[in-house]
């Protein structure tokens, strides 16, 4: 079971403090003009609310799993894009965290710990998404160095970041087992990305494309052994996939409140909206199904950083169970707005927008299913 400590409420005041004054009055804009969310990233930087979870040996705030959903939660309240900030940066150092050697540990993590560089994930490729083992970017040995070939696509905040985690083919005779891990700097010769994807939304943060030219990296930048990264891929999803789930609750929960707000102040038949039974039913359903979906994604916080058996199912079961929550919430939420939620005046048709893309990345909720039914059946 997980518990709420004095810290971790802390950590939700403070936060909320800092998106309701410097990051909610920038989310419209960013959506509107497709552009990053650089006051969110001064923010979340200054107050070191931009990587919580890098561990104190590296100079971060060594911030526990509930804390770092919290973080990405009440930032995803006010604007989903910002809260790939820290989710990213999640993300991105995760593998590095849980499998690379001491020395590459400290070479990269001091940087995403005091936001002097952020870090990106690049596992998927154009016809490798749901199938990510079927890649075909490779890396092969060349002296002591490596040299990755390929394109890696889907990359958030590709561009921004300064590190890449990139998933490649060293062995391609041993499928899964013959893909390893590795770290990419954005100025390695031979690495660069593509244009800006032309999305739905999380419009403030960049999705690119990483392409890699006979990259030349180091060859103390592998992360693991060779033939590791795949089981580092899905070991860090399941760190992580709790984290999208808290992005979808804060969106859920940003356009219940702004709902909330607008029911009470509209008035039709010569009362508030509040007063009609058919909308306080609305009201509670998504209210009770928000409070679900947080719970589980705490839930499953907490088993990944205790590594429970079943945390791989609950981190399904959470990113799963929020997203739907969240696509639901919003789409309720524009219609008690009526035409107004249909309009970008208000915030709900944005969070409609962006809560779409909760359902589909790091594991479509089809996938995640599949992941659940499987860990149930064995």
């Not at 929960?253 to 702004?258: E, F, I, K, N, Y």
């Amino acid at each position: 079971m997980f518990a709420l400590t004095d810290d971790h409420q802390a950590v939700r005041e403070t936060v909320r403090e800092i998106s309701e004054k410097q990051i909610q009055p920038f989310a419209a804009d960013c959506d509107e003009n497709e552009r990053y969310p650089v006051e969110a990233q001064k923010a979340l930087t200054d107050s070191g609310f931009q990587a919580i979870h890098i561990p104190e040996q590296y100079d971060g705030a060594g911030a526990d799993a509930i804390a770092t959903v919290i973080v990405i939660e009440e930032v995803a309240r006010v604007c989903a894009s910002s809260s790939l900030i820290p989710a990213v940066n999640k993300l991105g150092s995760m593998p590095i965290i849980l499998s690379a050697s001491e020395e590459l540990k400290q070479q990269v993590l001091p940087s995403i710990a005091s936001g002097e560089s952020m870090i990106s994930y690049a596992l998927s490729e154009r016809e490798a998404g749901s199938d990510a083992a079927s890649m075909r970017t490779k890396a092969v040995r060349d002296g002591d160095d490596w040299v990755l070939n390929g394109t890696k696509a889907w990359i958030t905040n590709a561009g921004v970041s300064d590190w890449y985690t990139v998933m490649a083919v060293t062995d391609p005779d041993a499928k899964s087992n013959g893909i390893s891990a590795f770290v990419v700097h954005r100025d390695d010769p031979g690495f660069s990305v593509g244009s800006k994807e032309r999305k739905l939304g999380i419009k403030g943060s960049p999705t690119r494309e990483l392409h890699f030219e006979n990259c030349r990296i180091p060859g103390d930048r592998i992360i693991g052994e060779p033939g590791t990264g795949f089981k580092t891929a899905l070991a860090t999803l399941d760190h992580t996939r709790p984290t999208i789930g808290a992005q979808a609750v804060g969106i859920a929960q940003g356009a219940l409140d702004v709902a909330i707000g607008y029911v009470k102040e509209r008035k039709q038949f010569g009362k508030q909206l509040a007063e009609f039974q058919a909308l306080q039913f609305m009201i509670a359903d998504m209210a009770m199904d928000i409070e679900a979906a947080r719970t589980l994604v705490y839930q499953a916080a907490a088993a990944t950083e205790r590594g429970d058996a079943n945390k791989g199912f609950l981190a399904s079961a959470a990113k799963t169970l929020a997203s739907d929550t969240a696509m639901r919430v919003t789409t309720d939420a524009v219609q008690l707005l009526g035409g107004a939620g249909y309009t970008r005046d208000f915030p709900v048709e944005r969070m409609m927008r962006d809560a779409k893309i909760t359902q589909i990345y790091e594991g479509t909720n089809q996938i995640q299913r599949l992941v659940m039914a499987r860990s149930l059946l064995r």
